[in-house]
């Protein structure tokens, strides 16, 4: 990347020095703009490609040559630091590194692991949706007959992945109390599919999280690899707030939240997420989460950068796993204050349940007991799995002799089996 900024023997210099000191052969050069030191016709040595902007200069250098390393040497006015992170995503996106004089970012390493049509769902953060999606992607699959297991990760995960055979077992508050006991995470991702969906799930643990979705530690290729011994049709990896699995996978569903500040979707490696999916959920695309002007604008940003990306607007909606019926329920879960009422109201009309008092602090351990404590008697606790759904609210339920019924959240969008259905069959096809 160089740029009519610095005078033309000083670029031509410094391209000799980082080819020099990095053991590198220049295949192009993508000239970025500046005209303040530019002399028309200087040979670069290598051939130049231009573009509208910087960001599409470099964009064709990539389309149009093989390149391993993107070497910035430009620098502000003609690059700023939101053009340096779409250059960024577009590198590691075509699989190249990009080097700055005092930074490098790298594609994160996707192993060739699964030996099964594989579909990862992703995301751009925490509580955006990506279990509550792969769970519903994991029953429609499932219905389908296209047999799924699904490998999660969180940070929460066991030390050596382990098989939950949900479609086999009953995984309820007894075998969510059980495992707590052994002193499991006993609301990690993977209890939470098994038991709200019935599929074998493989729980794997990560930690920490580079900026393009890299975990810094993590055990999911050994669960790929109990997933390919697995009696299933198609391995479904789960991730873990922004991180990815590490995995290579036939298509991958990006989750991101219609209330996220754009820049977290759209800009920083957010572009980076987007250039690799194969279609985007917008999740929570309601008031007052997020308004239709919002999600509108959302979605104009995503076109920027991947205009031919399927977007589907997706909203959440409870659903209990058993019946609540005729129920006095206390209804907690980690949903915003600001939706409590309304996913309360829902539970009420579709399940015909009264629900008498909801919490939304499962993940605050003090806020919740507060909580808990100001609750006028109740029949039965219904709970998301996460957090402290098995440490507070189950072990609270056996304490009590009250049930405690488990609840999911449904991703309800216009046309979003269809889309899911349509990767899938792509991956196996
Ligand atoms: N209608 C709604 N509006 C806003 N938030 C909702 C709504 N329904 C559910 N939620 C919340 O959305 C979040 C979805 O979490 P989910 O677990 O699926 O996401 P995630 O990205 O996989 O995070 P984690 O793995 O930590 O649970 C939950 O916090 C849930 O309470
Ligand atoms: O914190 C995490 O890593 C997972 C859940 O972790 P576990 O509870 O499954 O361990 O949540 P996510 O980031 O996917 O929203």
Redesign the pocket.
Known sequence: MIDGEHYPPVVLDAMRSVEGSMGAVGVAAAFLGGTEKLKEGTDYGLPLVHGDDPVSAVARALSEHAVDVVVDLSDEPVIGYRERMRIASLSLAEGARYVGSDFELRPPKLRDVSTKPSLAVV?T??????????GYLARLLAREGFDPGVVSM?RGGPPRPEVIEGHKLEVGSAYLLEALERGAHAAS?YY?TAALSRVTTVGCRRCGGGLAGEPFVSNVLEGAGIANDLRTGVTLF?G??AAMPPVRVDARIL?AGA?QDPEYVAGYLGAYRLMISDLLLL??S?EP?AGEEKVRDLIERVREIRPDLPVVPT????RPVGDVSGLRLAYV????ES?LN??ARHLETRYGCEVAAAS?NLSDRRRLAADLDGMPPVDAYLT?I?AAAIDVITRRGAEEGRPVLYCD?DPVGEGLDGELLRLARGAVG
Not at 125 to 134: D, E, I, L, M, N
Not at 315 to 318: A, D, K, L
Not at 333 to 336: E, G
């Open positions: 995301g953060g925490k509580r955006v949706g990506k279990t509550a999606v792969s969180g991702d939470e789960d873990s707030g989750v209330h999740t929570m309601e989460m909203v959440f909606r409870p879960s980690t949903a915003p939706v309304k996913l939304g998301e996460k959240n």
